[in-house]
Protein backbone atom coordinates (compact mmCIF):
# COMPACT_ATOMS: atom_id res chain seq x y z
CA UNK A 1 0.00 0.00 0.00
CA UNK A 2 1.27 3.38 -1.17
CA UNK A 3 2.33 5.83 2.10
CA UNK A 4 3.86 8.73 3.01
CA UNK A 5 7.22 8.66 4.33
CA UNK A 6 9.41 11.37 5.81
CA UNK A 7 13.34 12.32 7.03
CA UNK A 8 14.43 12.16 9.86
CA UNK A 9 12.19 11.15 12.24
CA UNK A 10 13.81 13.35 14.93
CA UNK A 11 15.73 16.19 13.98
CA UNK A 12 17.57 17.93 17.07
CA UNK A 13 18.68 21.24 16.60
CA UNK A 14 20.37 24.47 18.31
CA UNK A 15 17.77 27.68 18.60
CA UNK A 16 18.85 30.04 15.26
CA UNK A 17 19.74 27.17 13.27
CA UNK A 18 18.33 26.42 10.17
CA UNK A 19 16.03 22.77 9.71
CA UNK A 20 14.60 21.36 6.43
CA UNK A 21 12.25 18.08 7.15
CA UNK A 22 11.96 15.97 3.99
CA UNK A 23 8.69 14.20 3.05
CA UNK A 24 7.67 11.54 -0.02
CA UNK A 25 4.18 12.28 -0.86
CA UNK A 26 2.20 9.29 -2.15
CA UNK A 27 3.58 9.01 -6.16
CA UNK A 28 0.30 10.10 -7.92
CA UNK A 29 -1.12 13.06 -5.36
CA UNK A 30 -0.85 16.26 -6.33
CA UNK A 31 -1.50 18.31 -2.98
CA UNK A 32 0.73 18.41 -0.16
CA UNK A 33 0.49 19.45 3.32
CA UNK A 34 2.84 20.12 6.35
CA UNK A 35 0.31 19.87 9.84
CA UNK A 36 2.05 20.20 12.76
CA UNK A 37 1.79 19.02 16.58
CA UNK A 38 3.46 20.58 19.69
CA UNK A 39 3.07 18.50 22.58
CA UNK A 40 -0.03 17.91 24.32
CA UNK A 41 -2.04 20.55 21.69
CA UNK A 42 -3.81 20.10 18.47
CA UNK A 43 -2.94 19.27 15.43
CA UNK A 44 -2.63 22.22 13.50
CA UNK A 45 -2.41 23.31 9.72
CA UNK A 46 0.56 24.98 8.63
CA UNK A 47 -0.08 24.80 4.70
CA UNK A 48 -1.21 23.33 1.35
CA UNK A 49 1.26 23.59 -2.06
CA UNK A 50 -0.10 22.64 -5.23
CA UNK A 51 1.16 23.34 -8.96
CA UNK A 52 4.50 24.32 -7.45
CA UNK A 53 2.66 27.33 -5.35
CA UNK A 54 1.13 27.82 -2.03
CA UNK A 55 -2.28 27.51 -1.95
CA UNK A 56 -3.12 28.49 1.64
CA UNK A 57 -1.28 28.71 4.50
CA UNK A 58 -2.04 29.26 8.34
CA UNK A 59 -1.50 32.06 10.38
CA UNK A 60 1.48 29.88 12.08
CA UNK A 61 3.10 30.34 8.49
CA UNK A 62 5.60 33.10 8.92
CA UNK A 63 8.25 34.39 6.98
CA UNK A 64 10.49 31.78 8.83
CA UNK A 65 9.07 28.75 7.10
CA UNK A 66 9.11 27.87 3.46
CA UNK A 67 8.00 24.83 1.14
CA UNK A 68 9.32 23.66 -1.67
CA UNK A 69 9.18 20.61 -4.01
CA UNK A 70 12.56 20.54 -5.03
CA UNK A 71 12.63 17.59 -7.75
CA UNK A 72 9.39 15.01 -8.05
CA UNK A 73 9.49 13.08 -5.57
CA UNK A 74 10.16 15.56 -2.41
CA UNK A 75 8.28 17.93 -0.72
CA UNK A 76 10.17 19.89 1.99
CA UNK A 77 9.65 22.64 4.70
CA UNK A 78 12.29 24.90 5.49
CA UNK A 79 12.11 26.60 8.85
CA UNK A 80 14.90 29.63 8.52
CA UNK A 81 15.81 30.44 12.51
CA UNK A 82 13.97 28.10 14.10
CA UNK A 83 13.15 28.53 17.97
CA UNK A 84 12.33 27.02 21.12
CA UNK A 85 8.48 26.94 20.00
CA UNK A 86 9.18 25.17 16.97
CA UNK A 87 9.80 22.06 18.79
CA UNK A 88 6.71 19.77 17.84
CA UNK A 89 5.87 16.56 15.53
CA UNK A 90 5.68 18.01 12.15
CA UNK A 91 3.21 15.93 9.55
CA UNK A 92 3.26 15.54 6.09
CA UNK A 93 0.26 14.85 4.37
CA UNK A 94 -0.62 14.67 0.33
CA UNK A 95 -4.03 14.03 -1.44
CA UNK A 96 -5.14 13.40 -4.82
CA UNK A 97 -7.20 16.48 -5.28
CA UNK A 98 -7.52 19.65 -3.21
CA UNK A 99 -10.94 19.76 -2.75
CA UNK A 100 -12.08 19.36 1.18
CA UNK A 101 -13.72 15.93 -0.17
CA UNK A 102 -10.70 14.19 -0.45
CA UNK A 103 -8.93 12.17 2.41
CA UNK A 104 -5.43 13.35 3.70
CA UNK A 105 -2.69 10.32 3.58
CA UNK A 106 -0.51 11.88 6.32
CA UNK A 107 3.30 10.67 6.64
CA UNK A 108 4.38 9.30 10.19
CA UNK A 109 5.88 12.77 11.32
CA UNK A 110 9.12 14.40 12.68
CA UNK A 111 10.06 15.21 15.87
CA UNK A 112 12.00 18.16 15.75
CA UNK A 113 13.54 19.43 19.21
CA UNK A 114 14.85 23.08 19.29
CA UNK A 115 17.48 23.23 22.11
CA UNK B 1 -8.93 28.11 18.34
CA UNK B 2 -12.06 25.85 19.28
CA UNK B 3 -13.52 25.58 16.25
CA UNK B 4 -13.99 22.10 16.46
CA UNK B 5 -13.93 20.18 20.35
CA UNK B 6 -13.35 16.93 21.81
CA UNK B 7 -14.42 17.07 25.36
CA UNK B 8 -13.18 13.58 26.59
CA UNK B 9 -9.46 13.15 26.64
CA UNK B 10 -9.81 9.71 27.60
CA UNK B 11 -12.89 6.70 27.02
CA UNK B 12 -12.13 3.02 27.97
CA UNK B 13 -14.89 0.50 27.66
CA UNK B 14 -14.52 -3.63 27.26
CA UNK B 15 -13.98 -5.46 24.65
CA UNK B 16 -16.86 -6.54 22.19
CA UNK B 17 -19.07 -3.16 23.74
CA UNK B 18 -19.96 -0.30 22.21
CA UNK B 19 -17.50 2.66 21.87
CA UNK B 20 -18.83 6.61 21.16
CA UNK B 21 -16.78 9.30 20.90
CA UNK B 22 -18.00 12.71 20.32
CA UNK B 23 -17.05 15.84 18.62
CA UNK B 24 -18.50 19.55 18.42
CA UNK B 25 -17.80 22.11 15.77
CA UNK B 26 -19.05 25.98 16.47
CA UNK B 27 -17.90 26.73 12.45
CA UNK B 28 -21.07 26.73 10.27
CA UNK B 29 -18.83 27.13 7.19
CA UNK B 30 -17.46 23.16 7.88
CA UNK B 31 -19.22 20.74 5.24
CA UNK B 32 -17.04 17.85 5.49
CA UNK B 33 -16.11 16.06 8.53
CA UNK B 34 -13.75 12.97 9.01
CA UNK B 35 -12.51 10.90 12.14
CA UNK B 36 -8.85 9.94 12.00
CA UNK B 37 -7.02 7.38 14.20
CA UNK B 38 -3.29 7.55 15.76
CA UNK B 39 -1.04 5.09 16.97
CA UNK B 40 1.95 6.28 19.30
CA UNK B 41 4.71 6.63 16.39
CA UNK B 42 2.29 6.99 13.77
CA UNK B 43 1.08 9.68 11.74
CA UNK B 44 -3.11 9.88 11.64
CA UNK B 45 -4.73 7.76 9.70
CA UNK B 46 -7.77 8.19 7.73
CA UNK B 47 -11.03 6.29 9.28
CA UNK B 48 -14.84 7.60 8.01
CA UNK B 49 -15.82 10.89 7.21
CA UNK B 50 -19.16 12.48 5.97
CA UNK B 51 -20.77 15.58 4.02
CA UNK B 52 -22.72 17.73 5.25
CA UNK B 53 -25.49 16.95 3.59
CA UNK B 54 -25.78 13.56 5.15
CA UNK B 55 -26.69 11.94 9.00
CA UNK B 56 -25.32 8.58 9.13
CA UNK B 57 -22.42 7.15 7.12
CA UNK B 58 -21.45 3.02 7.81
CA UNK B 59 -18.49 1.30 7.07
CA UNK B 60 -18.00 -1.88 9.34
CA UNK B 61 -17.81 -1.52 12.19
CA UNK B 62 -17.50 2.25 12.68
CA UNK B 63 -20.36 4.57 12.03
CA UNK B 64 -20.17 8.16 12.15
CA UNK B 65 -23.43 10.67 12.94
CA UNK B 66 -23.81 14.17 12.36
CA UNK B 67 -26.24 16.42 14.14
CA UNK B 68 -25.82 19.71 11.50
CA UNK B 69 -28.43 21.66 14.18
CA UNK B 70 -26.38 21.19 17.14
CA UNK B 71 -22.93 21.02 15.69
CA UNK B 72 -22.19 17.30 16.54
CA UNK B 73 -20.96 14.41 15.64
CA UNK B 74 -20.14 11.07 17.05
CA UNK B 75 -18.43 7.92 16.19
CA UNK B 76 -19.86 4.34 17.09
CA UNK B 77 -17.44 1.70 17.17
CA UNK B 78 -19.51 -1.83 17.56
CA UNK B 79 -17.93 -4.61 18.56
CA UNK B 80 -14.73 -2.51 19.92
CA UNK B 81 -11.86 -4.60 20.01
CA UNK B 82 -8.38 -3.96 21.77
CA UNK B 83 -6.88 -2.98 18.24
CA UNK B 84 -8.85 -0.04 18.29
CA UNK B 85 -6.96 1.55 21.22
CA UNK B 86 -5.43 4.48 20.08
CA UNK B 87 -6.01 8.46 19.74
CA UNK B 88 -9.01 9.28 17.84
CA UNK B 89 -9.36 12.69 15.98
CA UNK B 90 -12.09 14.50 14.32
CA UNK B 91 -11.56 17.23 11.82
CA UNK B 92 -13.43 18.63 9.57
CA UNK B 93 -12.99 21.21 6.33
CA UNK B 94 -14.67 24.09 4.39
CA UNK B 95 -16.03 24.04 0.97
CA UNK B 96 -13.64 26.60 -0.02
CA UNK B 97 -10.71 25.15 1.25
CA UNK B 98 -8.68 21.76 2.15
CA UNK B 99 -7.12 22.36 5.87
CA UNK B 100 -8.18 20.12 8.37
CA UNK B 101 -9.25 21.26 11.63
CA UNK B 102 -8.43 18.80 13.99
CA UNK B 103 -10.24 18.75 17.87
CA UNK B 104 -7.47 17.95 20.70
CA UNK B 105 -8.18 13.97 20.18
CA UNK B 106 -9.61 10.86 22.30
CA UNK B 107 -7.65 8.31 23.73
CA UNK B 108 -9.91 4.86 23.59
CA UNK B 109 -8.44 2.02 25.15
CA UNK B 110 -10.73 -1.05 24.86
CA UNK B 111 -9.81 -3.44 27.38
CA UNK B 112 -9.81 -7.27 26.85
Known amino acids: EPEVTQTPSHQVTQMGQEVILRCVPI?????FYWYRQILGQKVEFLVS????????KSEIFDDQFSVERPDGSNFTLKIRSTKLEDSAMYFC?????????????FGPGTRLTVL | DQQVKQNSPSLSVQEGRISILNCDYT??????FLWYKKYPAEGPTFLIS?????DKNEDGRFTVFLNKSAKHLSLHIVPSQPGDSAVYFC???????????FGEGTQLTVNP
Open chain 2, 91 to 101: AATETSGSRLT
Open chain 1, 27 to 31: SNHLY
Open chain 1, 49 to 56: FYNNEISE
Open chain 2, 27 to 32: NSMFDY
Open chain 2, 50 to 54: ISSIK
Open chain 1, 93 to 105: ASSVEGSSYNEQF
